[in-house]
Structures are given as structure tokens and as C-alpha cells.
């Protein structure tokens, strides 16, 4: 990179950890803007010497749950041009894709996959100029999860057609002649469909547009 070094804020409880990722980005060209134990520090050193990146441990002081993760949230909320790196033992999914939706300027990654100088390195700039960079145990977790909560997946390929032709607006005798079967099995399906959804049968809701909605809502 040209011009002035990128400013890096280091937030871990982890002081050894913490000093030594100081001393490896310093060697490779990075000013560090200060370190943190903990929450309120990270935010201090942002708000008096404005890094232009954050490297927070997800898991801080004082339950080791969440913390880096919130602060993370607070960050990207005041100082939204501040890039964000996200370092964490485990995959923390949901709350971090909050963040990583927000599209710039952010990583994920898994501590025991930073065993390569140059490419942590080259993750921290990326991410300093707008950049995201998310780790592939994550993006397995999120497709996993995905076919975990898809409820279509219950449904066989024939009511998946039915469902589908539904969401067109067909009624059963117009999808009876798309498929060249019965209105009767159309009916079989419909009400498969309307089981296997959990959309019961109620007078105050419309379980046909429910489950049209479903369906537009997983593709």
C-alpha cells in the first residue's frame, strides 16, 4: 500500500496473543493505534485515535460470550468507515452475518486458520479498503443452517411442482392440466403440502397464501 500505514486498534484479552500480533503487523508495514483488554478500552482507543481497522477477539471480558461481537455492532454503527476484523474459536453464525451483511469493510475468521503471515496480512488490507472477507467454516455453517430451517425440504419433488404452481396463481384444475394428473390428487397434494408446511386449518387464516408465501420466501 502507498501513502500513510494503515492504524490498527487490537482488541484481546489474551495479552501475549495481543503483543504478538502487535509485533507481526508492525513488521509488515501496519502503525498499531492501540490495544484493549476489553470492551470499554477498544472504544476509548477508537474514539481518541480513530484507527482505520479493528481486530477484535468475539469472545471478551466479562462472560467471554459475545462481547467482541456487540462491540463490533457498536462500532459499525458510530464509526461505520472503520474496517472490522472479527477473530473467534468458534462460529458464532448468526449475529456475525448481521455484520458481514452490512458489506464492507469486514472479515470473520476463525483463529486456528491464521497460521500464514502473508495471508493474514493480505486479509487486514483487503478488509482496510473496503473488502470482506468471511472464513469457509463459516459459509458451511450458514448453508447448513440454511438446510436445517428450509421448511420446502419436507416436501416431496411432486408437491414442490404443486407448491411452485400455486405461487403462480393456478388454481387445482389449472395445475391438474399443467401436470396431466387428477384434480383429485391435486387436492391429495394441497392438503400434503398444507401438513407438512405445519400450516393448520384455522377460519382466521388463508393457509393457500401462507403457503405461497413460504415458498417465495426460500427461494
Same mark, same amino acid.
Given at each position: 500500500?502507498?501513502?500513510? *500505514?494503515? =492504524?490498527?486498534?487490537?482488541? /484481546?484479552? &489474551?495479552?501475549?496473543?495481543?503483543? $504478538? %500480533?502487535?509485533?507481526?503487523?508492525?513488521?509488515?508495514?501496519? !502503525?498499531?493505534?492501540?490495544?484493549? $483488554?476489553?470492551?470499554?478500552?477498544? %472504544?476509548?482507543?477508537?474514539? /481518541?485515535?480513530? *484507527?482505520?481497522?479493528?481486530?477484535? +477477539?468475539?469472545?471478551?471480558?466479562?462472560?467471554?460470550?459475545?462481547?467482541?461481537? /456487540?462491540?463490533?455492532? !457498536?462500532?459499525?454503527?458510530?464509526?461505520?468507515?472503520?474496517?472490522?476484523?472479527?477473530?473467534?474459536?468458534?462460529?458464532?453464525?448468526?449475529?456475525?452475518?448481521?455484520?458481514?451483511?452490512?458489506?464492507? =469493510?469486514?472479515?470473520?475468521?476463525?483463529?486456528?486458520?491464521?497460521? &500464514?503471515?502473508?495471508?493474514?496480512?493480505?486479509? %487486514?488490507?483487503?478488509?482496510? !479498503? $473496503?473488502?470482506?472477507?468471511? +472464513?469457509?467454516?463459516?459459509? #458451511?455453517?450458514?448453508?447448513?443452517? =440454511?438446510?436445517?430451517?428450509?421448511?420446502?425440504?419436507?416436501?416431496?419433488?411432486?408437491? #414442490?411442482?404443486?407448491?411452485?404452481?400455486?405461487?403462480?396463481?393456478?388454481?387445482?384444475?389449472?395445475?391438474?392440466?399443467?401436470?396431466?394428473?387428477?384434480? $383429485?390428487?391435486?387436492?391429495?397434494?394441497? #392438503?400434503?403440502?398444507?401438513?407438512?408446511?405445519?400450516?393448520? !386449518?384455522?377460519?382466521?387464516?388463508?393457509?393457500?397464501?401462507?403457503?405461497?408465501?413460504?415458498?417465495? /420466501?426460500?427461494?
Amino acid at each position: 500500500m502507498t501513502g500513510s *500505514p494503515t =492504524r490498527v486498534a487490537l482488541a /484481546d484479552d &489474551d495479552v501475549l496473543l495481543r503483543e $504478538g %500480533l502487535a509485533t507481526l503487523l508492525e513488521r509488515n508495514g501496519f !502503525e498499531i493505534a492501540g490495544q484493549a $483488554g476489553n470492551v470499554p478500552e477498544l %472504544l476509548t482507543v477508537i474514539r /481518541d485515535r480513530n *484507527p482505520d481497522l479493528v481486530v477484535i +477477539d468475539i469472545r471478551m471480558p466479562p462472560s467471554h460470550t459475545t462481547e467482541g461481537l /456487540d462491540a463490533a455492532h !457498536e462500532i459499525r454503527a458510530g464509526w461505520p468507515d472503520t474496517g472490522i476484523l472479527l477473530l473467534s474459536a468458534h462460529v458464532e453464525a448468526e449475529r456475525a452475518m448481521e455484520l458481514l451483511a452490512t458489506g464492507h =469493510r469486514v472479515g470473520y475468521l476463525l483463529k486456528n486458520r491464521v497460521i &500464514d503471515v502473508a495471508d493474514f496480512v493480505g486479509t %487486514l488490507r483487503h478488509i482496510a !479498503e $473496503g473488502g470482506t472477507v468471511v +472464513d469457509p467454516s463459516l459459509v #458451511r455453517e450458514l448453508i447448513a443452517a =440454511r438446510r436445517r430451517d428450509d421448511p420446502l425440504e419436507q416436501l416431496t419433488p411432486r408437491e #414442490r411442482e404443486v407448491l411452485a404452481l400455486m405461487a403462480e396463481g393456478r388454481s387445482n384444475a389449472g395445475i391438474a392440466r399443467q401436470l396431466w394428473i387428477t384434480e $383429485g390428487t391435486v387436492e391429495k397434494h394441497v #392438503r400434503s403440502i398444507m401438513t407438512r408446511l405445519r400450516l393448520p !386449518e384455522t377460519e382466521d387464516v388463508h393457509r393457500r397464501i401462507l403457503a405461497v408465501l413460504t415458498f417465495l /420466501d426460500s427461494r
